[in-house]
């Protein structure tokens, strides 16, 4: 089922104003990911599309029809919380088939167990049928949850926070047994989650949000590298983007740092956009370099700036050198196997069309 979402506001009764005229579509089978720092609204979203919370203006349509004034149960949609919400005092056969055997709907108790054992089946979870949810880990009562939510067959399947009391490796292997359920499925899914990497790897789209604002609705990939604003250039990418307060220095045609300058002539014309004349003007503007973008200088080219490390990170992988560049705390990777110390002078030369740059307000210029 397609999801539209049109100009979504939410003020909480006390006057906070949780979500500012959000718009966006789901296309139908789609895994989208609703991404953003803590407070940005995205539990917010999730629980007005369930229907537990009434928006303040707006409207959700499924498949064009409007359901903003339809009641929770009758929106058809499976929902799964932060905190799992199973029935301790049931067994995990009488938690998944619990949404069959209340209601308007509900099922004789044979169609009921077989149906649950069917979702049991797929969330990996039948041998567990008898166990009580306080004898379960995490992710075992996680895929409850899951085969719980799926079991009345739902049209849309929403997911908040689900994998954040998992340990790192359960967490892994947890997503990828989502996405995978939701593909075979074929049910459109809402996951909401603050980890950037997970919301990566795992959505076709995401709308990553702050301050109930929609700041970018793409695909992971356009995210990350085609960032719409310097908030997503900042919340996509580990390590961090590198960000510098560069001058524009008219006569030179540069902008102008005190430890590399970036010369205009060197960046890709198509790419520079309607703001980066005014910003020049005014003489400000920020440079986003991310650390796979300065790269280490080979013998015999010369670098575009020389510092000294100060520290050298493992993460497994790759490498994160850590350098001062005049006051500015830098980074860049490199390959593991880099044979670079703290306190060696490297050279780097700067990717500079892959570079970003943002006037002051954050909008972006390149
Ligand atoms: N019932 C409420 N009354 C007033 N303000 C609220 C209420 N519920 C949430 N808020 C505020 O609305 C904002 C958005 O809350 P929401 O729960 O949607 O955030 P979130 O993105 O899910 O955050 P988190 O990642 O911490 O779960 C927050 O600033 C929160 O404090
Ligand atoms: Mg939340």
């Known amino acids: 089922m397609a999801i539209t979402i049109s100009n979504l506001s939410k003020t909480y009764s006390n006057g906070y104003q949780a979500l500012k005229n959000i718009s966006f579509d789901i296309a139908d089978g789609d895994l989208v990911c609703l991404l953003g720092p803590s407070g940005c609204g995205k539990s917010t979203t999730l629980n007005i599309i369930a229907g537990l919370l009434d928006p303040t203006s707006g409207d959700i349509g499924i498949d064009g029809h409007s359901i903003i ?132 790897s795992i959505s076709d ?48 045609k540069a902008l102008t740092g005190p430890t590399f300058d970036i010369p205009l002539d060197r960046l890709d014309r198509g790419r520079m956009r309607d703001g980066l004349a005014r910003a020049l003007a005014s003489g400000k503007v920020i440079a986003g370099i991310r650390p796979e973008h300065f790269l ?3 013998a015999g080219r010369t670098p575009d700036f020389t510092v000294t490390i100060d520290s050298v990170e493992m993460i497994g992988r790759y490498s994160v050198l850590h350098f001062d560049a005049d006051g500015v705390h830098a980074a860049s990777t490199v390959d593991a196997r880099s044979p670079i110390r703290d306190g060696d002078r490297v050279g780097y030369v700067i990717d500079y069309g892959d570079i970003f740059l943002f006037d002051e307000q954050g909008t972006r210029l390149y």
């Open 69 to 200: 004034h339809e009641h929770p149960k009758d929106r058809n949609i499976g929902m799964v919380f932060q905190d799992y919400a199973l029935y301790p005092h049931m067994t995990v056969l009488e938690n998944v088939e619990f949404p069959l055997r209340v209601g308007d709907h509900r099922k004789p108790k044979a169609e009921a167990e077989r149906i649950a054992h069917r979702y049991m089946a797929m969330t990996g979870i039948e041998e567990m049928a008898d166990k009580k949810p306080g004898a379960m880990s995490g992710g075992q009562q996680q895929r409850v949850a899951i085969a719980r939510a799926l079991v009345g067959d739902p049209k849309v399947l929403l997911l908040d926070e689900p994998l954040s009391n998992l340990d790192a490796r359960l967490r892994l292997r947890i997503r990828e047994e989502i996405r995978r359920l939701v593909k075979s499925t074929g049910i459109t899914t809402v996951f909401v989650t603050h980890d950037q990497e997970e919301a990566l």
């Open 205 to 252: 789209r995401i709308a990553l949000m702050n301050q109930g604002v929609i700041q970018q609705y793409d695909v992971p990939q356009q995210l990350y590298l085609n960032p719409a604003n310097l908030f997503v250039a900042k919340f996509l990418g580990s390590p961090i983007i590198n960000l510098f307060d560069l001058a524009y220095d008219q006569s030179r």
């Open 296 to 298: 280490v200088a080979d």
